[in-house]
């Protein structure tokens, strides 16, 4: 199979990008559910609710129906916080991709494409308030479309970013992913990628016990060693 091609964005790309961001997004879902209904404190609320019900209706099909509707609920609520990121990213710095990462030197947007279709994305832009004298790149929207998974597509794709940022001078590669994206946490730690900070990226992610990793990526100094990728 022939390596996929990666280039730098086109106007033309634009339908295909949304679609695999989009798709990528909403991946998570099922993973964050999945995740929510081991935390204790979700146990406690499925089981403790239904139980009141129980206790002060004396009826089990009303404990089965809050049981159920509790469910749903938090179903709901954990779509609505994947999607509400995807909608935020496209009326902001995906709403014109062309001025967001290609209108400067020091920012970049590329595709992987294989067959002639659009299989991975990845961007970067410079962070604008770094650490006091560091110089920092930032990398965004990694994903790849699930049918081509496994073939080296986002290695390649982070690769091509810390080539850039090595060619425009910056020290360090920065970005941020969550807990429940374990392929992609556990891909950017075996590249060199290093934990340096934890947050909440909304107060629903904090509700949802979902941390977001900030990571970092060394990169070496001009005449000394450093990670090969």
């Not at 935020?88 to 920012?107: E, F, G, V």
Request: overall charge positive; proline content about 5%.
């Amino acid at each position: 199979m022939a390596p996929p091609h990666i280039r730098k964005y086109q106007e033309r790309d634009r339908k295909p990008v949304v679609d695999l961001f989009y798709k990528g997004m909403v991946e998570h879902i099922p993973t964050t559910f999945r995740h929510l209904l081991r935390l204790p404190q979700t146990l406690l609320f499925l089981i403790g609710v239904p139980l009141c019900i129980l206790l002060v209706s004396g009826s089990w099909l009303l404990a089965c129906v809050s049981s159920f509707t509790l469910l749903v609920f938090l179903w709901l609520l954990v779509g609505y916080s994947w999607k509400q990121y995807v909608v935020m990213c496209l009326r902001t710095d995906m709403a014109d991709i062309t001025k967001t990462y290609l209108s400067a030197c020091d920012s970049c947007f590329w595709v992987a494409e294989s067959g002639g279709q659009v299989v991975g994305i990845v961007c970067t832009l410079p962070v604008e308030n770094p650490p006091p004298g560091k110089k920092q790149l930032q990398l965004f929207h990694l994903s790849v479309s699930m049918e081509h998974r496994g073939e080296g597509i986002a290695k390649a794709l982070i690769r091509t970013v810390l080539q850039f940022a090595r060619d425009q001078g910056y020290g360090e590669v920065v970005l941020d992913t969550t807990l429940v994206q374990q392929s992609a946490l556990k891909l950017y730690l075996h590249m060199g990628f290093q934990e340096t900070g934890q947050f909440f990226f909304s107060s629903i992610m904090r509700l949802l016990a979902v941390p977001t990793f900030h990571l970092t990526y060394h990169l070496p100094t001009a005449g000394h060693g450093g990670t090969h990728l």
